[in-house]
């Protein structure tokens, strides 16, 4: 049996101690959405992200992004340069702003389209593997796989009329 003073003691104790207040936590971010190149991303607010179009040269590659948001309008303040890495070690291209969207300060209305271009310094031939990330408010839509198989060489230069 436990004494009173005992009991009043371990009262005093608990009270005493340092109480641990919880913070409010952000809203978890949601999970990344990670398909294969040549795939259509949808988003949670029913929008859509796809690989569109593309220009190769020599150590420049540039990506044509097409956002279409859902029902609600896309802020282009929201949409980051995307984020492309490649090889076996994951490394990251180098964006070249001269041939880039890269700051696109309008407003997509919902059910429409826009694609910009983003430009990375790097050679067609070295992106297999390759991870292409868009980065939208707290989102991240991501493509994964063989990039190089996707893009198609330019078409060999036409001469004189047939």
Known sequence: MISRSTALAAAA????????????????SPAPVIQPFGTVIRGSGGGTIALTEYATAPNLTILGITFTPGDNPLEGYSISTPTLTYGERGYRADVDYSESDAFFSGVVAPHTSVTLDYAYEVDKSQLNPATLTVHIGLEDFTWTGDLAGKLLPPPPPRFGSS
Not at 13 to 28: E, F, N, R
């Open 13 to 28: 104790v608990a009270l005493a101690a340092p109480s641990v207040m919880l913070a409010p936590t952000a809203a978890a």
